[in-house]
């Protein structure tokens, strides 16, 4: 069976979806609080679905009460942990850390498919996987692999080790875990899981941290973080961890710090180097390697 063009197309798509949070924790630095961001962009997110899966979440509420259990851990998974921790640890490290700790989430997914989900992958899927993350080691050294070595861990890096553990374990646990319910309406519920979670520490954080002002800029921040790396990256990650399994999904976070570098050129006015474009030319070719389709 032929796997379906937008699949292909996704893949490509979702990284940038995916890459725009990055920004957005910059600029909200200082604007929102790292729970709140959080908290909004899933309120936010739950509100947009709400109207196209009601419905069918009133049909499947015995699902619902089934599944409680997976949707809280899944929603502190992927909406507290891999929200508010990334903009915690956003605050107290750098942008070459937070590339660093995640380039070895899709391997980690990778390997956790292979070995709990049983999805194979051929000699080449793993080829391309060591030259997507060579791609990705490349961009983050800036060409100098004495980079690497003289990295220093800051105190922000164990937000993030914690939000990129926290992601290969959403990401798997997704496969794993068959659901009655479609993409849209499980995201949808995850999303409210993630609500009830996120709820005590986002007041907690109110109580204690100095007020900042709900100005346009940050609800225009929590939009944005709502639709793109929210509703539109979440959902089509989940489609195609149907189509093509997690291994060979988790594979296009391999595309995060070329899209993100290209939109820090764009909106934070960051130029790119050299080690940008050679990275790309390393992390795409792998990409379209390891998702072909299996041959038959």
């Known amino acids: 069976m032929n796997r379906p ?31 709140a961001l959080a908290f909004g962009r899933w309120a936010l997110a739950l509100a947009l679905l709400l109207p196209f899966v009601g419905a069918e979440l009133w049909r499947c509420r015995a699902a619902l009460a089934a599944e409680r259990g997976q949707l809280l851990v899944l ?6 942990i891999c929200g508010a921790w990334v903009y915690l640890g956003g605050r107290s490290t750098s942008a070459t850390n937070i590339a660093l700790i995640y380039a070895v989430t899709p391997v980690a997914i990778a390997v956790a498919g292979v070995k709990l989900l049983h999805e194979r992958m051929s000699g080449a899927q793993r080829v391309a996987v060591a030259g997507a993350l060579a791609g990705v080691l490349f961009i983050v050294a800036r ?5 690497l070595l003289a990295l220093r861990l800051l105190p922000g890096d164990g937000w993030i080790l914690a939000a990129a553990a926290s992601w290969t374990a959403y990401s798997v646990l997704l496969k794993r875990w068959p659901s009655a319910l479609s993409p849209a309406a499980r995201l949808a519920a995850t999303a409210a899981g993630g609500l009830l979670v996120l709820l005590p520490f986002t007041v907690h954080e109110a109580l204690v941290q100095p007020a900042l002002p709900w100005t346009g800029r940050a609800l225009m921040l929590v939009a944005l973080a709502a639709v793109l790396p929210g509703v539109l990256s979440y959902g089509a990650y989940a489609l195609l961890q149907r189509e093509l399994g997690a291994a060979r999904t988790a594979l296009l976070l391999y595309l995060a710090p070329v899209y993100g570098g290209a939109m820090a050129w764009w909106i934070l006015g960051e130029r790119p180097g050299w080690y940008h474009v050679v990275g790309a030319l390393l992390i795409l070719p792998s990409i379209w390697l390891a998702t072909r389709p299996a041959p038959r």
């Open 143 to 147: 060409g100098e692999p004495g980079t």
């Open 5 to 35: 063009h937008w699949a292909t197309a996704l893949l490509f798509v979702v990284p940038a979806l995916w890459s725009s949070n990055y920004v957005i924790a910059r600029l909200a630095d200082g604007v929102v609080h790292p729970h």
């Open 75 to 80: 929603g502190a998974l992927g909406m507290w």
